[in-house]
């Protein structure tokens, strides 16, 4: 954009300049004076010449913004870039991974928007799946927990095992085997 910008005001300068030249006086041998003792032919193609680079010019420009702004709504995106640990982080670093969670949950809600447009946070899918449109968005009937009373304690996974959410014998044999010889 900038190469385009000055070329646009090189051609202005040019432009005045063959202007400046055509109002001064001309010879009648058809040279215009250019200096104090010194003068040039004229040739009016290269006005013309002028023009139609100028022309040119604008048209590039203005394709160079339409591109810029299909490039800009194609590549849009909510990611920031990764920034280096500053020293309060290094300090709160579990402070520091709530937040990280936090954002990762804000990029996954707005990801699902994105994949599904009737998602809706505290929202579940009833009834099959949304993707193929055999289910909908019903909101979750959740106690003081957080926990979805009608969800089932089951997940299906991709290759068709079910397992166990709520097991009871999860985390209950977790330092059992410490200090036993």
Same mark, same amino acid.
Request: net charge neutral; charged share 35%; proline share 1%.
């Given at each position: 954009?900038?190469?385009?910008?000055?070329?646009?005001?090189?051609?202005?300068?040019?432009?005045?300049?063959?202007?400046?030249?055509?109002?001064?006086?001309?010879?009648?041998?058809?040279?215009?004076?250019?200096?104090?003792?010194?003068?040039?032919?004229?040739?009016?193609?290269?006005?013309?010449?002028?023009?139609?680079?100028?022309?040119?010019?604008?048209?590039?420009?203005?394709?160079?913004?339409?591109?810029?702004?299909?490039?800009?709504?194609?590549?849009?995106?909510?990611?920031?870039?990764?920034?280096?640990?500053?020293?309060?982080?290094?300090?709160?670093?579990?402070?520091?991974?709530?937040?990280?969670?936090?954002?990762?949950?804000?990029?996954?809600?707005?990801?699902?928007?994105?994949?599904?447009?009737?998602?809706?946070?505290?929202?579940?899918?009833?009834?099959? #799946?949304? $993707? /193929?449109?055999?289910? *909908?968005? &019903?909101?979750?009937?959740? @106690?003081?927990?957080?926990? +979805?009373? #009608?969800? $089932? /304690?089951?997940?299906? *996974?991709? &290759?068709?095992?079910?397992? @166990?959410?709520?097991?009871? +014998?999860?985390?209950?044999?977790?330092?059992?085997?410490?200090?036993?010889?």
């Amino acid at each position: 954009m900038l190469a385009i910008e000055s070329i646009e005001t090189s051609i202005d300068k040019m432009e005045i300049s063959l202007k400046e030249h055509m109002e001064k006086t001309i010879h009648s041998s058809g040279r215009i004076l250019t200096g104090r003792k010194t003068a040039h032919d004229f040739d009016e193609s290269q006005l013309t010449y002028l023009q139609a680079l100028r022309s040119e010019l604008n048209n590039i420009r203005a394709r160079i913004t339409e591109l810029e702004k299909t490039c800009n709504s194609a590549f849009k995106h909510t990611f920031s870039a990764m920034k280096r640990k500053s020293r309060s982080k290094k300090q709160n670093s579990g402070k520091s991974k709530k937040m990280k969670n936090k954002r990762n949950v804000a990029r996954t809600t707005e990801i699902l928007r994105k994949i599904a447009p009737g998602f809706k946070e505290g929202k579940a899918c009833v009834g099959g #799946n949304v $993707s /193929d449109g055999s289910g *909908s968005w &019903d909101e979750a009937d959740q @106690d003081d927990s957080g926990r +979805d009373d #009608n969800a $089932s /304690d089951y997940c299906e *996974s991709d &290759d068709g095992r079910t397992d @166990d959410i709520n097991r009871s +014998d999860v985390g209950s044999d977790v330092g059992s085997d410490v200090g036993t010889t």
